[in-house]
């Protein structure tokens, strides 16, 4: 191999290294979004069950019935929105691996070809440069993360309106 082809190919797997970092940082970058989102999601759903909660003294007017049914409906919305969110950023970290797949295959071979993952022989003894890359695994701990988050937002807004039902219920009886 001569000092041109060397070159040209320290080149292109310092480039793919580039692309796998862009493509790692774009899904850290999604799933922070997500968490944002959801969190949110989960603190509107407090905000309004508080809200409920502090209009009790007002169960002759509104009943609880019309509560159960408003429960009902956000607490479907909710469910609705976040799994949307869920599933588009699932797609989005999945098509982000997908190129950083391509990226991590481009810089294992630019690197074989430069002798990189072989051993090489020191006077203190033989070492490698570069050990080769296990498989992946990043992505899918990262969906078990949003889809762990996802099942926290659903319990506690689940939990959140179930409750506030059923203290409406209960202040309906004691009037």
Known sequence: MNDGQRT???DA???AFAGMRAYHTSEISHKQQTVTILTTVLAANGALIAAGFGALDHVEVIGWPVIAAAA???FTA???FSVFILLATLDKMRTDAGRYQEFKGQSMRARRLLGLYEDITTPHGTEKVFLEPGPSTGVKKTEGILWAFFGMVILFSLAGWVALTISWY???LAT
Do not use: C, H, M, V
Request: hydrophobic share 60%; charged share 15%; aromatic share 0%.
């Open 8 to 10: 040209i190919l320290i």
């Open 13 to 15: 797997a310092n480039e």
């Open 72 to 74: 009902s409906g956000l």
């Open 78 to 80: 909710t469910a609705l």
């Open 170 to 172: 209960a202040a309906d």
